[in-house]
């Protein structure tokens, strides 16, 4: 253990080969009719009913999964859709990162909306999440802020980083409501405070190191990937320390998409190697328990959802399609 000037105490580790069981899931994938459209970022409102964007061919698209039909709908051209979730009522919100906006689509009456962010600085709005309490929050990576947007009054609020060209990333919402997010130029996370709208950063421990996507779990404790070391992160606020351990493929891993799972558990994507690979990590053994290569290869995994009623993670692909890992591992103990 070293502390640091910044009065950051943190502990690496780095897994062993020798604690890693190879263990797998259970992957499924359906192919996207429209090629080389980027399929990405699905988000299951039911175990049956998924939704996902086409980020290079610029459409919103519904998949039913019992049916494996795909229904596209088409955006203006050239919006570039980034990221979608689906709120309780259905309603698609979704971000058009060339065009400066967030959407709001309703599947029941076809009525598209496009809400206008206040200030042209923030031109590219890149990933969206619900606080539960009425606000969709959101990166603007280009733009180095972070927004929120009142989904009753469309009021947006921009809060902008200390750390010029910090490139606000992956963002999540803590179990005390506190809004979290990667700050991908930099090697640190930041933590908005949603009553004050205050923004603080967290240096991590290494200089090199650029935290990409995150996760919150249950206990407050929030995970991320670096992207450039291959590491795997997790930052506690109740101790202010970092733990951190090496993916099983090495530093070239090239972590990105991520997700945690009910039990508590990080599921992570490799993506330097080919195919990527869909890595399990369990934080009370502190081991990686699982790897799983994704049939189609992948290309890139850049974003997954939980869906907590299938026990299931959701992705897109570089390889144009939707893919689903189901969470039971099978293989060695």
Known sequence: MRRFDWLLV????TAPT????QSTVNIREWHVPWEESR??????ESASSVWFVGQGDGYLAHFDVQTGEMTKITL????????????EEGIVWYAGNRKGIIGRYDPQTGKLEKIPMPDPVAHDPHTLVFDGIGNVWFTVQGGNLVGRLNMKTRKVDLIAPKTERSRPYGIKIGPDGAV??????????????????????????REEARPRRLEVTA???VWYVDYVMGQLGVYDPHKNSIDEWGLPSGQNARPYGMASDSHGRIWVVATGPQ?????GFDPETQKFFSETPIPSGGGTVRHMHYHAPSDSVWFGTDANTIG??????????
């Open 10 to 13: 943190f502990m690496v580790f």
């Open 76 to 87: 203006e051209e050239g919006s570039g859709p980034h990221n979608l979730i689906v709120d």
């Open 275 to 279: 195919p990527n690979l869909l890595v």
């Open 39 to 44: 399929p990405r970022d699905p988000y299951a």
């Open 180 to 205: 979290w997010t990667a700050l991908f130029g930099t090697n640190k996370l930041a933590k908005i405070d949603p009553a004050t709208l205050t923004l603080k950063e967290i240096m991590l421990p």
């Open 324 to 333: 689903q890992a189901l969470l039971e591992t099978e293989g060695d103990e």
């Open 18 to 21: 020798a604690t890693f069981a």
């Open 219 to 221: 206990d407050g404790r």
